[in-house]
């Protein structure tokens, strides 16, 4: 196994041709991006006026890293043939030769291996609901080659933790904070993940692959709006349901203020504005946390006024 790492690591850097893999994402960024739906519904998970749980914190990032990892594994293998025809990819490890199909699977089977470890510490729930991901996790990159909507699917899969999080805490899903959470996030990959596409939509016309960066074309800014509306809605659903309190919603505001101004000076014909644009989306994901814990630790003060009111009527 260490063979493996050294000859992967020291072949190729995690420069991915298209947005469409976490691997592809600088490392730490596509981490950060894989771990933060996790992060917001660990939080909202929280009982009132408490901080999330820390060891769930620290167990989905451990289990983040894994998982982006093999998730940049499986993207390799599946487009070994592709990587061999764009400049950027040509050099990593299995299109160039230094990595074997098989020397490929020893170290995928290694990264969940140590995943699988990280999820068994979870509740039972949790453990079939974690599963029931691997099959996205083994497909999405597929979907460049038959949709042009492989955001939509990458989303489906990055965003599962906003599933998983809550029910690690609680011990079930519920339908009317999860769904929500998990149909903003993925609203959020399809704004950050058609940008970053942006990039390479030539490349991938050449060789036959296919985005939503392709699909909108110039109508780009105008769908990423419609993205932007759909997850603020969201978000502001699970807030109500919740019972989130000011810190929560004063979040979001800033969040559509940082979407807006993002999507308003966007070039999408300037690479490195869309790079710059796409990696500005993990400042929102930590907004959006640190909202969540804010609104939280909020409630609280809430309740103890509430109490307060109601002592002092009694006492009337």
């Known amino acids: 196994m260490p063979w493996v790492l050294c000859k992967w690591e020291a072949a190729a ?9 976490p691997g592809c994402l600088e490392k730490p960024l596509g981490t950060w991006l ?27 990032g451990t289990g ?7 998730g940049c594994t499986i993207n390799d293998m599946w487009d070994q043939d592709y990587d061999k025809k764009v400049t950027r990819t040509a050099s990593r490890p299995i299109p160039a030769g230094d990595i074997s199909t098989f020397q490929s699977f020893v170290f995928l089977g290694g990264q ?34 038959i949709t042009y909507w492989p955001q939509l699917a990458l989303g489906l899969t990055f965003n599962w933790g906003a599933l998983l999080g809550w029910s690690a805490v609680k011990g079930s899903c519920d339908p009317s904070v999860c769904l929500p959470l ?27 692959l296919k985005s939503t960066a392709l699909l909108f074309r110039e109508d780009t800014k105008q769908w ?5 509306v759909a997850m603020l809605g969201a978000l502001s659903l699970v807030g109500v349901n919740i019972g ?17 101004h993002q999507i308003y ?31 939280n630790l909020w409630k609280e003060k809430e309740t103890n006024k509430t109490k307060k009111n109601i002592d002092n009527r009694v006492e009337n």
């Not at 990423?224 to 932007?228: K, Y």
């Not at 989130?244 to 807006?260: F, I, N």
């Not at 070039?267 to 907004?287: A, M, Q, V, Y």
């Open 34 to 60: 894989l771990y933060l739906p996790c992060t917001w519904s660990i939080g909202l998970a929280a009982e009132p006026g408490c901080f999330p749980d820390w060891y769930m914190l620290s167990l989905f």
């Open 112 to 145: 969940l291996t140590l995943a699988l470890g990280v999820l068994l510490c979870l509740n039972y729930y949790s453990i079939a609901l974690g599963a029931a991901s691997l099959l996205l996790v083994i497909t999405y990159p597929l979907m460049k080659r």
């Open 244 to 260: 989130q309190t000011v810190p929560y919603y004063t979040a979001l505001a800033a969040v559509g203020a940082h979407l807006a």
């Open 182 to 208: 998990y149909f903003s996030g993925i609203m959020w990959t399809l704004i950050y993940d058609t940008i970053y596409a942006h990039q390479d939509k030539r490349d991938d016309a050449l060789i036959g």
């Open 13 to 21: 850097q995690c420069h991915m041709e298209t947005a469409l893999d």
């Open 265 to 295: 000076t966007l070039d999408i014909h300037r690479p490195e504005d869309c790079w710059d644009k796409f990696t500005s989306n993990r400042t929102i994901g930590l907004i959006i946390f640190l909202g969540i814990v804010l609104g």
């Open 64 to 70: 983040a890293v894994l998982m982006r990892g093999a």
């Open 224 to 228: 990423l709006s419609g993205f932007t």
